[in-house]
Every structure is written in structure tokens, then in C-alpha cells.
């Protein structure tokens, strides 16, 4: 239970849980969460050295570096993020969309446009909302604002969509640094000419491997990243050590904050470069926040401050006293991890660097998979492939698309600087850019969601925020050396997202302003005013009320549909997982005898998504649980706001053990204690037989029992699927720039993305497109 937050922490391990289980997840984390921060003293010192500040005998130079690593370390990973970050988790969840996620329930500032107040009785939407009566008057005035100010929504969609693109960016970075930094060990074992011919197409070849693998999911090889983790630990905690001891037990000193000023004030404006350099060490901190949904923030406060952070330090020591008693460098290439590695043990500790790397690279790219779904589950990016590598674990995914350019974009920096010291210019404003977002995020939750004073949330926002601020402008000074690439990267990215947003936001507002009446319905008739025959119609509509353009536009130049009709609207809410018996939405269109149906599906950004045979049979059955639990009285579900519909809620068959089953098979059985439903026997050719069984109380009337044949009938003769095939055009008289996005940049995202999860195993007999122009 956490108190500061004024939430309560709903994280895989309970109080109840004994401290095996704890200690069993801290050190699970310890591979998946800290592989990245773990590799940083690979690259910092010789980053910071770059050309910018030359160490002298004095060592000022080199104690300020190892100040400001140390005081680095501790403010931002674990002042921050262990003891304030970490206790903002949307249920249990965390990363910048979780802090987006949050923020959009606590104030409607959602960019999702079918949003419904249904929405809001999900057990996990409240799930960390404390009714509380001390909800300060400037957080309600500051709710008021964004929610009353669409351009505040868009500044804070974007300002996610900008934390979001960097971690794609440092998806890109991080292999790269980290491995060829790895490989850089082999400088000492030849000459400079020959390392440069030699460590690029190594590295390349360990990313390239790395890349290659990510199809066969983590948790084939995910049992060997801890270990590999912790002996790099033991392995640079131990080194450091040896060299405190040996050649300077003084340079304890340097934790002072003195020598940071003393560190400025000589080096003056290389100093403030250098601070690029420096900010590497935390590189990997936001994996702490990010990977919160796969274990607890006890076992990841754990793991950081008992054996991470004191590893770190020790490591990071361990090389500023040698490099303090080492003044005949002649050059910067020298200065680096390696040369402060004891000779006779470089070549077993180059190894388990590699190891090391690799493992951390595979952390921020499955990372980078994550939060590409969670953007598509939220509509901020195109739909694209998405493999699940784990029947287990919901988490572990692969992306084939992002994948391979990835790989393709981390061996384009890698072959095209050649050096760390580049690539560290990127990965740090990359790295601190991300960071930035999360103060400006979290500053925002302290007063909508905690309810705090907005005293303390400036406090916040000034104290973090002037620590990363620095950092961010040494790193933005070296936008021509490299800092260029994820501004690049994140830029390309934010387009895509923005472009594909916002046509999508467009295209379901033409959808509600087309929406068909229902005195237009009902002018039909129950048969529609065309033949009904055999099957189930499946229309798919991102509509949550009304009748779709779509469905008139069909029905006026075809003479015949499906005896049954089903409305379906597939959408993701603002919350990781919506529980399985909250899953659908079920309700009515018209009258009883059109035999027309809606169904919501309720997906949250972390769920997966059924395939398409499960999700058929839990999609029948949610419509024959409603129909038999209207009863004759009528519609007794929740009404929408959107229009006169009433929705019942329904769960999926397995949570739901006390509603209607169904079976398939290929005769009929008996069972017994239960009512059922079977279709009579049929003398043509034996197919499969669809059978409904019902709960042995309370019994259903007449009418109920023919609606439920008919069901049946219909889900026996086979399920249609229409979609619609949108062209999406600018209506006449837009800017030119919406021209571009719309024709040019919206369709081409359209036409290359992928269609409904659920519609891409259906064979092609089953499914049939209707073309409409949507003018926007």
C-alpha cells in the first residue's frame, strides 16, 4: 500500500506473498529490467573524455566526472524513479502511455474518439481511484482547463507521442552503443588501424545475430539473462574494487558535490559538454518504470538499491581511481573500461561484456515492441503484425516489420559513426529527452491523481526538471555530432503517429455526422426491405451507437443479407486489461424481430486479442447470454449516453460459468442437468451441429426460445464478415497541407497497414468488402 501517491499499488506480488517470491522476481529483474543500465560503465568515462575536457594531475577532472556520475545515479534512478515514479502505476502497469493512460481517466482528455461512459464502470478504469473528499481546488480547476482546451489534449498527446518516439529511438541507440562499446575490448589487442577495421564488422555481426533471434521470443533464452546479468555485476563491482584498493582507497572523496563545482568552474563550457557524456550512466532508467506490468515495484526497488546501484558505483569508482594514478594516457581512445580491466582476466570479462550487451539490447528492443502495440492499441499507430512468442506470458511479442527496421536503422548508425563517442551523443538526448517527458508527465499526476498540492508538483518538476534540462542542453549542443539521429528518428516517427491519429480521428467523425437514422430503419421493415438468408452478417464499424453509412450503403445495392445482423465495434480503452467477464457490450438495434444486434469487443493496450475462431464462439454466445437475460421484460442494461441503446454487459464463455454454452460437434448428445437447445436432425450430409446450453433456472419464455434458434441456425450456417474498404479523401476546399496528410500520407499508412485482429484468418469466401469514399 502506497500512501504518498494517494494509490494503491496493484502490482503482481501481494502483502501476502512470502519474500521467496519477491526476491525470485528482484532477481528475474535483474536480466529484463537493468540489462541496459547495467552495461553503461562500458561508455561513460570515455564519452565524457571525448574531445571535450583533458584530465590533468590534479585529478579535479577526474573527481568531477565521478561526482557527477554519483549524485547522477542517485537523484534521477533512485530518488526518482525508485521512490516517487515507480508508485505511479496504472494498475500495476507502467511507461509513458501508462502515465498518458492515467492522466486520461482522471480528466477526459482521451484521444481515443469512441470513448463511452461505460467505459468508466470498468473495475480496472477505478480500479486506483481513492474517493476522497480532500481533492484540492487547484487540481479540480486544472482538470477543468485541460478537459475544457482541445489544444491542451493535443499538446499532451503530443508530448507522449514525443516520450513514446524516443524510446523508439533509443531502440535503435542502445544496441548499438552498447555492443560496440562491448566489442571496443579488442582495441588492446592490437593496434589502433587494426581495431577500426575490425570492431565494426564484429559488432555488426553480434546485431545482425541479435536481431535474427528476436522471433524466437525471450522466453526460450530469457532463463540465462539474469545470471548473465548479475556475473557482469559481480564481475565490474569486483574489478572496481581491486582498483579502489590498489591504486587510490582515497578517491571516496570525489562523492562529494564540491568537486561537481570545482569540476565547472575549471573545465567551464567542455565541462558542460562533457555533461552529454555523463548522463549515459543512466541510461536504461526508464526500463525500471516501463517493464513494471511484468514484475512489482517491491522486487525492482530491490534489485536497483541492494545490487545494482552499489555495483554501479563501485564500478564506476573502481575506474576514476585508476584512472587517477594513470596520467600518461596519451590518448582519449585509451580511456576506457578495459584499459582499468587487470590484464590477465580481459579476455573472460570482454566475453560476459558481450553477453551483457546482447542481453541489454534484447530488453529495449522487446521494450520498443511493447510500446509499439501499446500505440496501436490507442490509435496512435498504424496496425501492424503482431507475433506472440509466449502462450504464457501476454508480454513477450515480436514484431516482425519493427524488427527488421531496427536492425536495418542500428546498423546504419553503427557502420556510419563508428565510434562511441557519436553514438553516445545520440543515445543521450535521446535517453534524457524520455526523462523529460516523465517529469512533465508525473508533475501532472501528482495533482490530478494524487490529489497533492500544486506546490509540490512544481517542486517536482523544478527540482528534476532543472537537473534533466542541463543535461538535455549539453546533449543538444552536439546536434551536428551525432545528436541529429533520434531528433531524426523521433521526428519521422511522431509524423507517422500524428498522420495516422489524426486521420483516423477524422475518418470516425465523418462516420457519426453519416450515421443513419432509425426512422430510416424502421421504414424497412423487419426483413429490410430485402431478402434475409441463412448466416450471421459480422459488420465491422468503429461506431458505438448509431447505425453505420456502411450498412445503407450495402443494403441499397444488394438485394439480400443475413438473417441475423451483428454491429461490431472492436476498441481498446484507456486501462492495461479489461477483465474477461467485462469484455463485451451487448444491445439492440431496432425492434426484436429485425434480429439486429451491437457488440461492443473491449480490449485494454496490454490484452491479446483472441483468434478468430475463440473470438467467434465468445461473440455468439455474449449474444445469446443477452438475449436470454433480457427476457420479456425488455432491455434492462445500461443506457448510452449517444442515443436511446441500452448495452448489457457480458462476459466471454470462460468467465462466464453460469450463461449460455455453446457446442459444436458433429451430432447431438444428451446432457444432463442442463436445459438445451438443438437444431432437429437433417438428412443432408453430416456437418457440424451448433447447440446452446442453457442454465437449468431461471427457464426462458417462447418468444426468447425462437430468437435463440434462429441464432443458432444462423451461427450454424456460417458467419459473413463485411468490412469496409475506406478511400479516404480531403473534401474540397481543405488546405493544402490536409490534402497531403489525407491523400498522400493517411492513405499510404491505410493501404500498408493491417485489417481487424480478428478478420485476418477468416478465408477469403467468408469476407466481403464494401468500398465507400469518406470526404473529411
Not at 445495392?557 to 445482423?565: E, G, K, M, S
Request: proline share 4%.
Amino acid at each position: 500500500m502506497m500512501d504518498l501517491g494517494g494509490v494503491i499499488s496493484h502490482n503482481p506480488v501481494k502483502q501476502k506473498d512470502s519474500w521467496k517470491t519477491v526476491l525470485t522476481l528482484a532477481f528475474q529483474s535483474l536480466g529484463v529490467v537493468y540489462g541496459d543500465l547495467s552495461t553503461s560503465p562500458l561508455y561513460v568515462y570515455k564519452s565524457a573524455f571525448a574531445e571535450d575536457i583533458q584530465h590533468s594531475e590534479t585529478n579535479e577532472e577526474i573527481y568531477g566526472v565521478l561526482s557527477f556520475v554519483f549524485w547522477t545515479l542517485t537523484l534521477i534512478p533512485l530518488v526518482k524513479y525508485v521512490f516517487i515514479v515507480l508508485r505511479a502505476d496504472d494498475n500495476g502497469e507502467g511507461g509513458t502511455f501508462a502515465l498518458y493512460s492515467l492522466l486520461c481517466r482522471h480528466a477526459r482528455v482521451s484521444s481515443l474518439p469512441n470513448c463511452q461512459l461505460a467505459d468508466e464502470e470498468l473495475s480496472e478504469y477505478n480500479k486506483d481511484v481513492i474517493l476522497s473528499n480532500d481533492k484540492s481546488l487547484t487540481g479540480s480547476r486544472l482538470k477543468s482547463i485541460l478537459e475544457k482546451h482541445k489544444f491542451l489534449q493535443k499538446v499532451l498527446l503530443i508530448l507522449a507521442l514525443i516520450g513514446t518516439c524516443m524510446v523508439i529511438g533509443d531502440g535503435v541507440l542502445t544496441p548499438a552503443i552498447s555492443v560496440f562499446s562491448a566489442v571496443s575490448g579488442l582495441e588492446l589487442s592490437m593496434s589502433r588501424e587494426q581495431h577500426q577495421y575490425v570492431e565494426v564488422p564484429v559488432a555488426c555481426a553480434i546485431l545482425v545475430f541479435l536481431f535474427a533471434l528476436q522471433h524466437y521470443g525471450t522466453h526460450r533464452v530469457g532463463f540465462l539473462f539474469a545470471p548473465v546479468v548479475i556475473t557482469w555485476l559481480l564481475c565490474i563491482s569486483a574489478i572496481g574494487v581491486y582498483n579502489i584498493f590498489h591504486w587510490n582507497p582515497h578517491v571516496y572523496q570525489a562523492l562529494s558535490p564540491y568537486y561537481m563545482y570545482k569540476f565547472l568552474k575549471k573545465t567551464q563550457k567542455g565541462g558542460w559538454m562533457s555533461l552529454g557524456g555523463i548522463l549515459l550512466c543512466i541510461t536504461g532508467s526508464e526500463a525500471m518504470y516501463a517493464d513494471l506490468g511484468h514484475f512489482s515495484q517491491l522486487s525492482i526497488k530491490i534489485a536497483f538499491s541492494f545490487v545494482v546501484y552499489p555495483s554501479l558505483i563501485l564500478a564506476y569508482m573502481g575506474q576514476a581511481a585508476y584512472l587517477s594514478k594513470h596520467h600518461t594516457i596519451e590518448s582519449n581512445y585509451r580511456i576506457g573500461f578495459y584499459v582499468s580491466v587487470p590484464e590477465k582476466i580481459r579476455w573472460p570479462v570482454l566475453a560476459i561484456a558481450i553477453l551483457a550487451a546482447v542481453v541489454g539490447s534484447q530488453a529495449i528492443i522487446t521494450g520498443t515492441f511493447s510500446i509499439i502495440k501499446q500505440c496501436s492499441a490507442l490509435g496512435c499507430f498504424p496496425k501492424v503484425k503482431i507475433i506472440h512468442t509466449s502462450s504464457k506470458i501476454h508480454g513477450q511479442i515480436y514484431i516482425p516489420g519493427i524488427n527488421w527496421t531496427l536492425m536495418f536503422l542500428c546498423l546504419a548508425v553503427t557502420v556510419g559513426f563508428r565510434d562511441t563517442k557519436h553514438l553516445g551523443n545520440a543515445a543521450g538526448l535521446a535517453v534524457i529527452t524520455v526523462m523529460l517527458v516523465t517529469t512533465c508527465l508525473m508533475s501532472l499526476v501528482i495533482v490530478l491523481c494524487w490529489h497533492k498540492s500544486i506546490f509540490l508538483a512544481v517542486c517536482f518538476i523544478f527540482f528534476f526538471g532543472s537537473i534533466e534540462a542541463l543535461y538535455f542542453s549539453a546533449s543538444l549542443i552536439k546536434f551536428l555530432e551525432g545528436a541529429w539521429v533520434p531528433i531524426a528518428l523521433s521526428l519521422i516517427f511522431l509524423i507517422v503517429m500524428y498522420v495516422w491519429h489524426y486521420g483516423t480521428l477524422k475518418k470516425y467523425e465523418f462516420d457519426v455526422q453519416n450515421k443513419v437514422s432509425m426512422n430510416w430503419l424502421l421504414s424497412l421493415g423487419p426483413n429490410l426491405g430485402i431478402v434475409r438468408v441463412r448466416g450471421i452478417g459480422l459488420i465491422h464499424t468503429e461506431l458505438v451507437s448509431g447505425i453505420p453509412a456502411i450498412f445503407s450503403h450495402f443494403v441499397t445495392n444488394l438485394p439480400a443479407f443475413h438473417q441475423v445482423v451483428v454491429f461490431l465495434c472492436i476498441k481498446s480503452v484507456p486501462v492495461p486489461h479489461v477483465r474477461p467477464e467485462e469484455r463485451f457490450l451487448v444491445g439492440r438495434i431496432g425492434p426484436k424481430e429485425y434480429r439486429l444486434y451491437r457488440c461492443i469487443a473491449r480490449y485494454g493496450y496490454h490484452d491479446v486479442h483472441k483468434d478468430d475462431l475463440e473470438f467467434e464462439k465468445d461473440l455468439t454466445c455474449s449474444i445469446a447470454e443477452f438475449i436470454r437475460s433480457e427476457g420479456p421484460q425488455g432491455n434492462l442494461g445500461i443506457e448510452t449516453i449517444e442515443s436511446d441503446e441500452k448495452m448489457t454487459v457480458v462476459g466471454t464463455t470462460s468467465s462466464n460459468l453460469d450463461g449460455v454454452k455453446m457446442c459444436e460437434d458433429d451430432g447431438v448428445s444428451e446432457i444432463v442437468g442442463s436445459s438445451e437447445m438443438r437444431e432437429p436432425k437433417c438428412t443432408e450430409k453430416t456437418r457440424k451441429k451448433v447447440r446452446f446450453i442453457l442454465p437449468a433456472s431461471p427457464q426462458v419464455d417462447l418468444s426468447t426460445q425462437e430468437e435463440l434458434q434462429e441464432l443458432m441456425d444462423a451461427r450454424e450456417a456460417g458467419m459473413a464478415f463485411i468490412l469496409g474498404h475506406s478511400y479516404v479523401r480531403a473534401k474540397s476546399g481543405s488546405s493544402l497541407m490536409k490534402k497531403f496528410v489525407i491523400n498522400l500520407g493517411y492513405d499510404f499508412l491505410r493501404r500498408n497497414s493491417r485489417g481487424p485482429t480478428y478478420a485476418i484468418g477468416i478465408p477469403c469466401a467468408s469476407t466481403l468488402e464494401v468500398g465507400m469514399i469518406y470526404h473529411v
